[in-house]
């Protein structure tokens, strides 16, 4: 495999048309349930204040079937990344449906958690499915299986080098294809599914996303640079009780056996914050862009709320069998709780919230090359050198380098 074939660089580019079509469509469909549970619904029902809870009831008793007649489906990111990593392929049989079902009712049903776990499993299965019909060596299709994985990173946050970051984040050691050559063709899918993804996009209903390119007018402070470390330290903290949080959630409800029990509380959960704010459902993507434009109008008190709870949630649901991603939520409270950190400054803000998240999503994230590429296309262009800085710094082995040099200076 030292050198690419054009019929190898034509199987990537059509694996990364194939993922662009089912993300598109995978997230239309989800848009579309939220729309009928979340809209459609209430509005012909009479003023039902509780309407979240019982959502969140009639998800969790879905979420708590599926968990115990079929499976623990969708598996998370984590699980389907360890099996590519395992086996260089995701299994689809008796399998793929599941996953889908899964993914569908978690999503729909207000979980606090993003798609992008749940379209591992569902493009690496499909993928796989493809590449079997393949004539082609076992080690190629592997790849091809591991090309479709990073070309759906790019597709869903909209940014075309998040499969390089992936690629650049990822030890080498094993690889099957030279490095620059595995790059090249991380673009050329990442590329070959965003190009799809929009084009079918375009054709269907679908809400504007946070992700894209964004160069405003910045009004620059040295106060800004003086915040810098301060802000750095501060998102990685609440990064930490990000990730804090699933942990002790797991223990909490580590006793509980029934999983429909499990999956009832996780709904009842997601529906009482509902009835809080709207903010704690859902992924937090689209809510990102209304709250950021409406900041002034909510209270710092409410503002606090979410940046501590959302997290919880999404620990809640992740440990009571509602399983999904954690980028997209993470994105979001570590938004809303740097617009709380900077409340009190007065000065332009916009800076230190993007670095606060830089900080706090490459704890949670724990790859600093794909949480830059990430953020590239959330927060103005120029802060971009800020976000690889702060995104280095965070994943820095603090702790050993700091061991080393006090056992060198004694």
């Known amino acids: 495999m030292k050198k690419l074939s054009l019929i190898y660089i034509f199987y990537t580019l059509l694996i990364g048309a194939f993922v662009g079509v089912v993300a598109a469509l995978f997230i239309a469909l989800i848009e579309f349930s939220i729309h009928i549970i979340w809209q459609e619904v209430p ?4 003023d039902f204040s509780f309407y979240p809870v019982i959502v969140g009831l009639v998800g969790g008793l879905l979420v708590g079937l599926i968990q115990t007649k079929v499976g623990a489906f969708p598996y998370t990111l984590h699980e389907n990344m360890a099996e590519i990593k395992k086996t260089g392929r995701v299994e689809y049989k008796n399998r793929l449906l599941f996953t889908i079902l899964a993914a569908w009712v978690v999503l729909s049903f207000g979980a606090s958690l993003g798609p992008e776990a749940a ?49 650049l984040d990822q030890d080498y050691q094993n690889q099957k294809l030279p490095r620059w050559s595995k790059l090249c063709l991380s673009l050329l899918v990442s590329l070959s599914g965003l190009a799809t993804f929009i084009l079918v996009k375009g054709l269907l209903p679908l809400e504007k996303g946070v992700f894209s390119i964004r160069v405003p007018e910045i009004s620059w402070s ?16 609440f990064g930490i009780y990000f990730l804090f949080l699933q942990k002790a959630v797991q223990k909490v409800f580590q006793p509980i056996q029934n999983k429909i029990l499990l999956a009832l509380i996780g709904g ?25 434009k409406e900041i002034g109008d909510y209270s710092f008190w409410l503002l606090l709320a979410l940046g501590l709870f959302k997290p919880l949630l999404v620990a809640i649901c992740l440990n009571t069998g509602w399983k999904g991603g954690m980028i997209f939520p993470a994105i979001f409270a570590s938004g809303v709780m740097g617009y709380v950190i900077t409340w009190a400054l007065d ?53 050993n380098w700091l061991t080393k040099n006090l056992l060198k200076s004694s």
């Open 43 to 46: 509005a012909i029902l009479p």
């Open 119 to 167: 379209l591992v499993g569902i493009i690496g299965g499909l993928v796989t499915w493809l590449v079997d019909h393949i004539k082609m060596d076992i080690q190629r299709k592997e790849t091809l299986v591991n090309l479709g994985i990073l070309g759906m990173l790019s597709v869903v946050f909209l940014a075309p080098f998040n499969g390089i970051a992936e690629d």
């Open 222 to 237: 040295w106060l800004n640079l003086a915040y810098f470390l301060p802000i750095i330290i501060l998102g990685s903290l």
């Open 268 to 292: 009842v959960c997601i529906g009482l914050l509902g009835m809080v704010s709207h903010y704690f459902l859902f992924s937090g993507e689209h809510q990102l862009i209304e709250i950021t």
């Open 347 to 399: 000065i332009h803000v916009g800076f230190l919230v993007t670095v606060f998240v830089a900080a706090s999503c490459t704890k949670v994230v724990g790859r600093p090359f794909l949480t830059s590429s990430i953020l590239l296309f959330v927060f103005p262009l120029q802060f971009f050198p800020f976000i690889l800085i702060t995104a280095f710094l965070v994943s820095l082995d603090w702790k």
